[in-house]
């Protein structure tokens, strides 16, 4: 176990808790915008579906029911324009994070192998291929920047966390075409994508950016942000049967299962495109108020064209400016957590209720 750790870097939200503590003093109670959790109610039609299926006595496979691949499938096709897609090309996971920080153990990768993913990144990536005890790359062009000699597998993120960059379907199509001259898998992490304001994402299944093959291309969806479904640990993979099929066997031998309520949970929620509306007009008055504060405050917002984040800076260390707002009794998450590249941003969340959202803006004017 010791040696486990040892491969793992220190948490980095351990970090904030000093500065926690001193925007919890402020009189009116901390604005916490530093993770992106949550905090609306999960739709009703949902909740329902749950309930319904409550009574499940026995286990759930862990390719879920016939009902579910269906709904994943339905979804591709209509959100993703992957419409032909079978059984054979979906797997439900535990919540995408288990699935990236163990997918590189679960590939059989190890000393030798290299995981490349962006400079800018969500921290698990690294976790994951630190796990496998592989090398771990990261780019800020694949194409350019990689050496294809041991790479084996290579993670894209669009829309990212925690830029909100967006990739454009001719990077994709290049980046794909690349992966595929060298023998590359390309997982991409896609659980942002129905949360485009200044884009509209395009998923690597997308017929005009992988060719209508889905060879060496698996894509990774959440229903924790669309459908406010974090605490329901929902997500799946879609692509390449060669790949899914056998990690659908080794995840029976663990035992890697998602619940039969969360199954009916997530059928109703892939069926249902009215509350992912309702939910995105929230969103999006949220980050205007706090764009708008922001901006009127002298930071300047880079990226974040879709997500759930604004990527802020004012031209100076993170870490002062977590102190900062701190002292204003607002809460960020520092832009090094995602790599040194981010050192001199922040990461600001906009999944606080609407008056937290009116509290920061408030203390921004």
Known sequence: MSELLS???????????????????????VVDLSVGTPVDPVPDLIQKALAAAADSPGYPTVWGTPELRDAITGWAGRRLGARDLTHRQVLPVVGSKEL????????????????????????????????????HVAYDDPVADLDPAGLKLLWLNSPSNPTGRVLPEEELRRIVAWAREHGVLVVSDECYL???????????????VCGGSYEGLVAVHSLSKRSNLAGYRAAFLLGDSAVLMPLLQLRK?????????????????????????????????????LRGALERHGFRIEHSEASLY??????????????????????????????????RHVRVAFTATDERVAAAAARLG
């Open 253 to 289: 031998h663990g035992g890697m299962m998602t619940s039969m309520p969360t199954q009916a949970a997530v059928v109703a929620a892939l069926g249902d495109d009215a509350h992912v509306a309702e939910q995105r007009e929230r969103y999006a008055a949220r980050r205007e108020t």
């Open 7 to 29: 491969r793992l870097p220190d948490f980095p939200w351990d970090k904030l808790e000093p500065y926690k503590a001193t925007a919890a003093g402020h009189p009116d109670g």
């Open 310 to 343: 604004l990527w802020a800076t004012r031209d100076e260390s993170c870490w002062d400016t977590v102190a900062y707002l701190a002292s204003l009794g607002i809460l960020v998450a520092p832009g090094d957590f995602y790599g040194p590249a981010g050192e």
């Open 100 to 135: 990236v920080a163990w997918l590189p153990i679960q590939l059989g990768l190890g000393p030798g192998d290299t995981v490349a993913f962006p400079r800018l990144a969500y921290p698990t990536y690294e976790v994951g291929a630190r796990l496998a005890g592989a090398r």
């Open 194 to 208: 129905e949360l485009g304001w200044e884009a509209d994402p395009v998923s690597v299944l997308h017929p005009d």
